[in-house]
């Protein structure tokens, strides 16, 4: 068994490998395979096969790239515009989760989330990042 993952250790090396994008792209295909079981269409279901299979294609040929470059210049530009979004989303789900205990502001001067305890009543908040204080009335 070690032999194994040694051989594939060797094959992978100077290969790209994974990264989030191929993450997004792996969990996109599970998606769409997922969605694909309730597609009673012969001609859909076959089209979103194939698109499937495009897409673990593409994750193959990006793991395997040698052109590390060019695959972090993709990956940069995925992070880009998923991070955003990928943020904005755990940040709902704290926000409901901790909806009991705290509340979630933003710095009115540097935009950061900042939480506070969730008392009812007037707030002198500070922000740690930039260091000016505002009030927050919950
Ligand atoms: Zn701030």
């Known amino acids: 068994m070690r032999n194994f993952f040694e051989k594939i250790m060797i094959f992978m090396q100077g290969r790209y490998g994974m990264d989030s994008l191929n993450g997004f792209i792996m969990g996109l295909s ?3 395979w997922v969605v694909n079981i309730f597609v009673f269409n012969r001609l859909a279901h076959y089209i979103i096969m194939v698109v499937q299979l495009l897409l673990i294609g593409l994750f193959i040929f990006r793991m395997l790239s040698r052109n590390i470059t060019m695959r972090s210049a993709e990956n940069r530009i995925f992070r880009k515009a998923y991070d955003p979004v990928k943020n904005r989303v755990q940040l709902t789900y704290k926000r409901i989760r901790d909806r009991k205990d705290y509340r979630y502001l933003k710095c009115p001067v540097c935009k950061a989330q900042l ?6 009543g007037k707030h002198n908040v500070r922000c740690p990042k ?3 204080e505002f009030e927050k009335k919950i």
């Open 30 to 32: 599970f998606v769409i």
């Open 115 to 120: 939480c506070v305890k969730n008392i009812k």
């Open 130 to 132: 930039c260091r000016s």
